[in-house]
C-alpha cells in the first residue's frame, strides 16, 4: 500500500475497529533464543507464547474509558514477550461460546513487546461480546490462556522498508498502531516520517491507553490527530 511521492516512500496503516502456562514447567528453555524443548513456534525468534496454549497471571485491571479496559499480565522469570513487529496473540475464554464452548480472539498487545515481566492488552467491552464479557470478568490472580500461531504474524514486519508512515484508526483499533510506534520511535537511528490518525464516537469513547516516552527519539517528525465523530453509530 505504498506510493512514490517527492521522493518519499509513504506506507499507510489501516485498522478502523478492533475488530499460557506459569513458566515454572519442567521444559528446559534456552536463556538465548527463548525456545523451550517440547513446544512449536509460531515466530523465529519466538514469542514468548508457543502454539499451543500458555496461562499466564492478571496481575492489574484498570478502567480505560467507559467500555473499555486495559489488562496487564505477569511474565513470569522476568521474560519479555518478544512480539514480532506487527502481529497478535490469541486469548482463550474457556466457556463464553454459544452452548458453553470456548470463545478464541487475537489481541495486539500495546506495551512495548521488550518490557519484562508483563504485557498489557486493551480491551472494549460489547454488550453482546464474548470475548470482551470474559475479560470485563476479569480479577488480579486469574489465569488467563493465550497462544500465537502463523495466522497472528502480519505480513508487514518492523522494519518496515519506509521513508514516510501514516496511521489510521479507530476505537481500540489504536493497538496495533501503538504496538508499532514501539521500535518507530525507540529504535536508534529510525528517522521515520510518522502521521497518526485517529478517530471515535466522541471524546468520551477516545482510548487514553499510551505509549510510554522512556526511550523515544526525539528525531524524526511524530504527529497525530483526533477526531470525533468518525465511526457511524
Not at 500465537?148 to 505480513?155: H, S
Not at 482510548?207 to 497525530?224: D, E, N
Request: with cysteine.
Amino acid at each position: 500500500m505504498g506510493n512514490h511521492r517527492t521522493g518519499l516512500l509513504h506506507f499507510v496503516f489501516i485498522a478502523i475497529t478492533s475488530a499460557a502456562a506459569d513458566g515454572g514447567s519442567d521444559e528446559t528453555c534456552d536463556a538465548v533464543t527463548g525456545k523451550c524443548s517440547g513446544l512449536e513456534y509460531a515466530a523465529d525468534p519466538p514469542c514468548y507464547f508457543p502454539t499451543t496454549w500458555l496461562d499466564v497471571p492478571v496481575t492489574a485491571v484498570r478502567q480505560d474509558t467507559h467500555n473499555s479496559k486495559i489488562v496487564s499480565f505477569g511474565i513470569p522469570n522476568e521474560g519479555s514477550l518478544n512480539l514480532p513487529v506487527s502481529s497478535a496473540i490469541m486469548m482463550n475464554a474457556p466457556g463464553f461460546g454459544p452452548g458453553g464452548k470456548d470463545v478464541m480472539k487475537p489481541y495486539n498487545p500495546i506495551s512495548d513487546h521488550r518490557i519484562k515481566g508483563s504485557f498489557d492488552l486493551v480491551v472494549k467491552v460489547y454488550p453482546t461480546g464474548r470475548a470482551s464479557k470474559f475479560v470485563d470478568l476479569l480479577k488480579v490472580g486469574d489465569r488467563v490462556s493465550f497462544r500465537q500461531q502463523k495466522p497472528q504474524i502480519k505480513k508487514w514486519q518492523y522494519p518496515f522498508g519506509k521513508t514516510s508512515i501514516t496511521m489510521v484508526a479507530g476505537g481500540t483499533g489504536i493497538a496495533p498502531m501503538i504496538q508499532a510506534l514501539y521500535p518507530l520511535l525507540k529504535t536508534p537511528g529510525d528517522t521515520t516520517l510518522i502521521r497518526l490518525l485517529y478517530g471515535n464516537l466522541s471524546k468520551r469513547h477516545y482510548v487514553k491507553a499510551r505509549v510510554r516516552s522512556t526511550g523515544f527519539r526525539t528525531s524524526g517528525p511524530f504527529t497525530g490527530h483526533i477526531c470525533s465523530g468518525l465511526i457511524a453509530r
